[in-house]
């Protein structure tokens, strides 16, 4: 007789499949202490092996085990996620069943279980947040058998657990393609609509589908109040419908009082759908109401190297659906290295004769391949384009009629980007021609036309600039030119293809050309006689100039102040210690100041070289205390500084100063001004009818760039705050001073500036003159009641002074495409309006 075999040590249990996953725990009995090896076994094979030795401290408890580390966990093999039937068992090692959970079974247990999955995809991703009312971020997908990630995945946005939005994430996000090396189309968009704004906070929650994967950064607190007047009437919409929902009526009106959301940047895409059919009936309109007085040849020159041959066909399509129709196309094939360009640039020009092609057996590169075009030009003008880019249909018909209105000799438009899922993005809304925002980059780009006489009075591009040959070209063009003959066409005209090498997507792809456009800007100072140091910011094609006069002109530093001693003090203290600039004064104006410390404070400077001061017991009036105290003045500059200003950097003035002697029309330069949290407050104004003044990049954190890098390059504007800034003073008496009847608190800077640039003097936005402001600390906020009447008086002056005119009606530095009572450099127009 056989004897009973002896029951097994191992006892432990599965606790099924979770996910991929299999988890469960197993002990023996005899050594407790010793983790146990479990064999894995797919369709009768064994395919792994799995230690239980992670911890399980709910086994512990229950089977007052000395240990918890009793548990096992398994990840089920990619090649077994197929979605094909498999079976799965567990082997003790003495080749015992470890028993798996299934609810299915009888008994809620069995030897062995079915499966049939399919491979789950691991997701990295982020939630950058809630910027300018939507919500940003990125995600992307990968299978466990692949090894690149990409995008095109769903994202679901809930607020509060009600369902904001679905969007599928396939935005352009070149930075996240530069740092993980993976398919750029991974970024999602999502404006948050109206009924979730608010200063209310809400939880935001953003998924992947279908898996319901949280991304990182998601959930999230936040309120979003972009707009205080949109806030505060969600607010009270959000109180009624709390307290009174019975009261529908109410509710409806006040709802329906709050603005519909606008056009931004956000939304690019859908305002230039807009624009576009817009432009096209404008055009239309036009040529019946205003016709083109002649029609000269135009030459479009199109250097061809590498052509991708889909971007190259939509390219030279492009032309053809031009609505002028007057223009020869000249194809120019560089070195001649792909037989199907070779063949495509036939063919077309057998289909059309305006097609000139120009065969280059031998590779000379951008510039010399352009120049050969220029040579073969036959065109009255001459219109650069790229191979992979695109023209709008009505370009060469609105630059032409630019240039027969304007006599212009060089003329650019503004332009888009499009990525490869067509999506238009990242505008280029320009100012009119900025000589000092030319020097920091080369912002005229596409699209530029010149005359052909012209261009080639101005010369060839020139290799030893490749990279940054246009950029040569312009500035050359500035030396030849005189600047009222170049001309910006305000329209979108040109859209610059996104392509994985295209500086459109990232400049890292053309370091190269960082260098050449030190260069060029260089030799153009040089040439123009100019000393200065150029270098690139942050490994950009953005350029600091640093201009090297050594000559010290007189600065009067008038500080209006009334008590405060304690600001005021900081404010002068911070110049003495700070200011590295030799001859320079501080004029302190006491505006009837009252307290024993204020006295004290001024007596102390009784007998300092660089501090006077002066008292006017007047009723706080800014123009005229600035006015007065200007008067008292010799020096050749002025600063006029609000006493809560505090300079960050020794070479504030300096900077100041060698903007002013850069050109004798420059007539005044202001600074860089920041909030105590180093976010912006100034960095130049824009102006117009709708806001009469608007800070730009106003509340832009520290690291940011502003639109086509404003905050950090120094450029022209129409206006700048008179909280720091520098005036000639000779132009500062000439243009009538601060205006101290009818803007004595608001808006008297905004009105001087108008006053300046109408007087054919230019103003500078100087980026790299640092300075914090504490803004209002000094006189209190407007929005105070018993300040609002005033305030409103002192904007109809501006409104009634300035209505009518070219530089209010549109800031000639600034776009028309863009608000000025919204947030500038991101709300957009009616695009019918345009």
Known sequence: MKAPSAPSPFTGYCDGLQDDA???????????????????????????RVEADQPRGDVQAALRLPHDRVGFRFRLPPACLDGAPHTLSIRMPDRTVL???????????REQLSFSLTARPDYTSCVDGIKQGALRGWVLQKMPSETEWRGGCIVSVTANNVLVAQARADRYRGDVAAAVGCDPHCGFDVPIPQRFRGSSPRSFSVRVLPEGDELMGSPFTSSIADDALETRLLDIAETIDRLHRELTRLRTEIRNTIPQAGYNLGNYDRWAALYYQALRERTALLRTSAPLTREPLVSILCPTYKPLRADYVT?????????YRNWELILIDDGMVSAETTALIEAYARKDARIRPVFLKENLGISGATNKGMDAVRGEYTLFFDHDDMLVDVAVETMLRKALETKAALLYSDEDKVDQSNNWQAPNFKPDFNYRYLLGCNYICHLTMVETEAMRAIGPLRAAYDGAQD?????????YLDHERIAHVPDLLYHWR???????VTVGNKNYAIQAGIRAVSDHLARRGFEAKVTSINGLTLYRVDWAFTATPS????????????TTQRCVETLLERTDYANFEIVLVDNWSVTPEAGAFLRSFDDHPRVRHMTIEEPFNYARLNNIAAATCSSEYLVFMNNDVFVETADWLRLMVNEALAGDDV???????????????????????????????????PGDYGYIGRILLTHEVTAVTAAAMLVRRSVFETTGRFDEEGLKIAYNDVDLCLRIRANGYRIVYCAEALASHHESLSRGSDDVPEQEARFFEESQIMQSRWAGHPLFERDPAYSRFFTVDLQPFFDLVDPAST
């Open 22 to 48: 299999i988890h469960g725990w197993a002990i023996n009995r005899l050594h407790p202490d010793r983790p146990v090896h479990l064999h894995i076994l797919i369709d009768g094979q064994e395919i792994a």
């Open 99 to 109: 028993r798996i959970s299934d609810e299915t079974a009888e008994g809620g247990q």
């Open 315 to 323: 390219a030279i399509e492009s032309v053809l659906r031009q609505s």
């Open 471 to 479: 950029h040569d070209f312009i500035l050359r063009a500035c030396e």
């Open 498 to 504: 996104m392509t994985p090498n295209s500086t459109a």
């Open 555 to 566: 600065v009067s530093i008038v500080i209006p102040f009334k008590d405060q001693v304690e």
């Open 667 to 701: 007539g005044a330069v202001g600074a860089r001004l920041l909030y105590p949290n180093e976010t912006i407050q100034h960095a130049g104004v824009v102006v117009g009818p709708a806001g009469i003044g608007a800070h730009a990049h106003r509340g832009c954190g």
